[in-house]
């Protein structure tokens, strides 16, 4: 199997930038998909196969890959967008398994 | 609106065996394949188990590999994780997931989660 690298935590300040970066061998081959998960809550879809965006999602979400790194985008931040962010992969065989990151927390100051 | 409800989580003694179950509605139930994800709370997301659309084709993490069962009844639109010989660090919040795409691969939506407690 393999591993998903995601840095523990990441922060901003209202209005910025904030960027969540994840890692790993197989990402060159395979989607990556990304989880926003609020305290209480189970997660929400945010991005799939790597920059896909469902409808009920912001704009202000986005995704880009490069080599073995994905990364979520949040372009000006709002102070609801402070939760835990998981990104997660596979790959498209449906006989392997299914991988996610550790996780980051995003917070906004 | 799609939904899935999660039901069967308790609190029991290590060695000891439960059954979740997952209500799907408001989708095709038998056009999906579906996971099983777990979570220790305060910690993070960790895959279970997949089952593909009519059952053809199971995986399972090797942390539950012969102990956990999945299942599903698409004419009762649920799906099963059969839990047995428990321990402790299967205590977690259980998730029930729809899987999109060919393989199932990413998951949309959730179940609200069902908690299992797995201590002496």
């Known amino acids: 199997s393999y591993e998903l690298t995601q840095s523990p935590s990441v922060s901003v300040s209202p209005g910025q930038t904030a960027r969540i970066t994840c890692s790993g061998d197989?990402?060159?081959?395979?989607?990556a998909y990304w989880y926003q998960q609020k305290p209480g809550q189970a997660p929400v879809l945010v991005i799939y196969?790597?920059?896909e965006r469902p409808l009920e999602i912001p704009e202000r979400f986005s995704g880009s890959s490069s080599g073995t790194t994905v990364t979520l985008t949040i372009s000006g931040v709002q102070a609801e967008d402070e939760a835990d962010y998981y990104c997660?992969?596979?790959?498209?065989?449906?006989?392997?398994?299914?991988?996610f990151g550790g996780g980051t927390k995003l917070t906004v100051l | 609106e799609v939904q899935l409800v999660e039901s069967g989580g308790d609190s029991v003694q290590p060695g000891g065996s439960l059954r979740l179950s997952c209500a799907a509605s408001?989708?095709?139930?038998?056009?999906?394949?579906m996971h099983w994800v777990r979570q220790v709370p305060g910690k993070g997301l960790v895959w279970v188990s997949r089952?593909?659309?009519?059952?053809?084709?199971?995986v399972y993490a090797d942390s539950v590999k012969g102990r956990f069962t999945i299942s599903r009844d698409n004419a009762k639109n649920t799906l099963y994780l059969q839990m047995n010989s428990l321990r402790a660090e299967d205590t977690a919040v259980y998730y029930c997931?729809?899987?999109?795409?060919?393989?199932?691969?990413?998951?949309?939506?959730w179940g609200q989660g069902t908690l299992v407690t797995v201590s002496s």
């Open positions: 997931v729809r899987g999109v795409g060919n393989f199932g691969d990413w998951f949309d939506p």
């Open positions: 408001g989708f095709t139930f038998s056009g999906y394949w």
């Open positions: 089952i593909k659309f009519d059952g053809t084709s199971i």
């Open positions: 197989p990402l060159p081959k395979q989607y």
């Open positions: 196969k790597d920059t």
């Open positions: 997660q992969s596979a790959d498209s065989t449906g006989t392997s398994d299914v991988v």
